[in-house]
Nanobody, 115 residues
Framework: QVQVVESGGGLVQAGGSLRLSCAAS????????MDWYRQAPGKERELVAG???????NYADSVRGRFTISRGNAKNTVYLQMNSLTSEDTAAYYC?????????WGQGTQVTVSS
């Protein structure tokens, strides 16, 4: 049973930091790519950052230089370190493993940045 689970969201003041975690389970192989998306109220879901199994990363312009995506030592784990947070970063953050198709989405974790 494939499962993607995020954790680490919460309430933080502007300028602060949070670290999100994601674990994809239910498969024996190493997932080739994992991404973080976010969706703010009234807005479309957008790609925040992605990482390949080889460690190649990509970022949305709005977070480049502030957010860092990385893979954990445990198989199929990924992190999103978020620094210098602003109110514009307030959203539900979703981990995505594209290889799993529609089942590759987590339930999301809420990040709220207070000004």
């Amino acid at each position: 049973q494939v499962q993607v689970v995020e954790s680490g969201g919460g309430l933080v003041q502007a300028g602060g930091s949070l670290r999100l975690s994601c674990a994809a389970s239910g498969v024996a192989y190493r997932v080739n790519a994992m991404d973080w998306y976010r969706q703010a109220p009234g807005k479309e879901r957008e790609l925040v950052a992605g990482i390949t199994v080889g460690g190649i990363t990509n970022y949305a312009d709005s977070v480049r230089g502030r957010f860092t995506i990385s893979r954990g030592n445990a198989k199929n784990t990924v992190y999103l370190q978020m620094n210098s947070l602003t109110s514009e970063d307030t959203a539900a953050y979703y981990c995505h493993a594209p290889i799993f198709g529609p089942r590759g989405w987590g339930q999301g974790t809420q990040v709220t940045v207070s000004s």
